[in-house]
Each structure stands twice: as C-alpha cells, then as structure tokens.
C-alpha cells in the first residue's frame, strides 16, 4: 500500500471508530436523554417530599429558583431549602408529570441543556380531594462535577416554573 492510500485507510478507521454525536441537524439525542432524566430525576425527588434529596440537584454556588408558589428569587442553598421544605411539607402524596417536553443541548462542549414545557402537579388537598395545578417550567442544567467530587452530572442552574395562566 503506497503511503497515501494507508493515510486515506487511517483517516476512514479513525472516522469509523469515533462515535457520532450529533444527528443531521447538529442535535446531540444522546446528552438530550441525559437531559431528560435530569428533569425526571426532579420529579421523583420532589415525589420523595425530601427536601434535601430535591436540593442536591441544584448547583449549590450558582443556581437560581424562580418557583411555582414564591413571589421571590431563591439563590442560596438556604432559601431553595426552604421554600421546598414549605412546598412539600404542604402537599402530601405530591407528584408532578411532564406533559409537553423540548429539550435542547448547547455550548461548545455540549455541557449546557435545556428542558422546558408544561407539567401538572396532583396531590392531596386539606380537604381529602385531589389537587391539580398545570404549570410551566424551564430547567437549565449544565454538565458539571458535584461538590465533592464524582462524575460529572447536570446540574440544575437555573428553574423558573410558574402556574399555567
């Protein structure tokens, strides 16, 4: 084999073994998955009615909380815990399903995803009936290791949810 036509096969078994990440349209379905069960992962911490299992999804030196029942900003780990200790000590047998999904991945290392869309939360009220409120998110997760160290996860960095008008 002369040294072009070796070249040309080196270049064909790199591409070959190197994975692809992307779709035709620049979309990464692999990390967007990843993304998805971040926000899953939301759900059924917030189902858990643990408050700190809900936090430690949060990134704790940067994250912002725009929530559903708050007319404040919560940007420490001290106000998130707070407002979902009061948000799932109030509602018993919560659960929250997505019912309208988009999720976007970006940045040039991909680390950057967004989940946006409507979910509905259900749980009992004071009364004994169930309680139904649809609402709207925006999650922006970034790719990162978590304090402490271990893998890298997405983090939530930013949440705004708010009661579907």
Request: include cysteine; charged fraction near 20%.
């Amino acid at each position: 084999m002369n040294t072009r036509t070796l070249s040309a096969v080196c270049l064909m078994s790199a591409l070959a073994a190197t994975p692809v990440l992307a779709d035709a349209e620049g979309r990464n379905p692999v990390q967007e998955r990843e993304v998805s069960a971040a926000l899953d992962a939301w759900l059924a911490a917030v189902a858990s009615r643990v408050p700190a299992d809900v936090e430690k999804l949060y990134d704790p030196q940067a994250a912002v909380l725009l929530p559903t029942v708050s007319p404040i900003v919560h940007d420490t780990v001290e106000e998130r815990a707070a407002y979902f200790k009061m948000f799932l000590g109030e509602r018993p047998n919560i659960q929250g399903a997505v019912t309208e999904k988009h999720v976007r991945v970006f940045g040039a290392r991909k680390d950057v995803g967004i989940a946006s869309g409507l979910y509905t939360f259900t749980w009992t009220g004071k009364d004994g009936q169930t309680v139904t409120v649809p609402a709207r998110f925006t999650f922006t997760f970034e790719k990162e290791r978590p304090p402490g160290g271990g893998p890298k996860r997405w983090m939530i960095v930013e949440h705004h949810s708010s009661v579907a008008p």
